[in-house]
């Protein structure tokens, strides 16, 4: 399968999938590992800038292929990280969580490709204002800190591909081929996957973690915070619903022992994000695997679908 299209030629990529910034879960062998399979790594930026600068060296050890990097504006507390990556010649960036207008203009001055990520149609249209190059479009089904206002994919690519110029990458529930032609199909132009990459074989997750991912059914994931602070998917249990049903407790002191989590593999100690295609996982490949086996299944499919639909005969 031959990809070229916006996102392809400015990522100066084969394969038009992203592997989403997991901070202590895509570390540098899984970044690595997705660039070098021709798709676009993407190093976390909201662990401490020396470890992010680490991060992205280690990577480099390991492919000299596109690499990108991924700040979460409300988190990247020290705004050094911007002269970092500029001075470690990034050449992509991906910025979420807050004001496009805060890095754009610095990051495209340096003559890096800059996408947003977005959850509304009046996000998208600010953040193309403020000058980025494309958009990661990010559906309610998606794992992790998600917009009070609750859209999934399916009405939010279609209405913002047809009101932007710029290219869109869907985000939110992709994780083979079908997912990433049925982006397609709306406008989208590439796809970031989360939870499919959090239980890959290079993920830095413990096995508890990917197992919870492997057992998870589609209703596994919950969005907690949704009336108060910064909603988030997370997997369902026992600790995430406590949460839930008291309105006094607050997310935050458990999401500081998230690697007893990730690290450890203790479910119930912290929140692992996940989204709710985790119901649609159930083997933990390779990286390249998952990217290989995505592209063909699109083609196959797409072929499929033409064979059976653009025959000038009625559809059955
Ligand atoms: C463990 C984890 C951590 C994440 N951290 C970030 C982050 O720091 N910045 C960000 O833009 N997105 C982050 N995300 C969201 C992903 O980038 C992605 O958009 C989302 O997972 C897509 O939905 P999916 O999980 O259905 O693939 C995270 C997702 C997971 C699973």
Request: glycine residues 10%; proline residues 5%; charged residues 20%.
């Amino acid at each position: 399968m031959i990809f070229d299209n916006d996102v392809t030629n400015q990522l100066g990529v084969e394969i038009p999938v992203l592997s989403a910034p997991m901070g202590w879960v895509a570390r540098p062998e899984l970044v690595a590992a997705v660039s070098a399979a021709g798709a676009m790594g993407l190093v976390p930026g909201s662990l401490p800038v020396e470890q992010v600068r680490d991060d992205i060296r280690r990577v480099r050890d390991l492919t000299d292929k596109p690499i990108g990097v991924n700040i979460p504006i409300a988190f990247a507390k020290d705004p050094a990280i911007v002269d970092m990556i500029v001075g470690e010649g990034i050449g992509f960036v991906t910025t979420s969580a807050g004001s496009p207008g805060r890095f754009t203009s610095i990051l495209k001055d340096a003559g890096l490709t800059v996408y947003h990520v977005v959850p509304t149609l009046g996000t998208a249209l600010k953040a193309v204002d403020a000058g980025v190059d494309g958009l990661v479009v990010e559906g309610s089904e998606g794992a992790g800190f998600k917009s009070p206002h609750e859209v999934s994919s399916m009405v939010l690519l279609p209405l913002i591909t047809s009101r932007v110029d710029v290219p869109v990458v869907a985000a939110g529930g992709i994780v083979d081929g079908a997912s990433l032609l049925a982006a397609f199909a709306l406008g989208a132009q590439g796809a970031q996957m989360g939870t499919r990459m959090l239980a890959s074989r290079e993920s830095a997750v413990h096995t508890h973690v990917k197992e919870a991912v492997l057992s998870a059914s589609e209703t596994d994931t919950m969005m907690l915070n949704r009336s108060s602070g910064r909603p988030m998917r997370v997997l369902r249990t026992a600790t995430a619903t406590a949460l839930d049903e008291d309105p006094e407790a607050t997310a935050g002191p458990l999401l500081s022992r998230i690697l007893e989590t990730y690290e450890h593999g203790d479910l119930e100690a912290s929140l692992a994000q996940l989204g709710q295609a985790a119901g649609r996982i159930d083997e933990v490949l390779a990286a390249a695997e998952i990217i290989r086996r995505t592209t063909s299944e699109f083609e196959q499919i797409l072929a499929g679908l033409a064979a059976r639909h653009a025959t000038g005969r009625p559809v059955a």
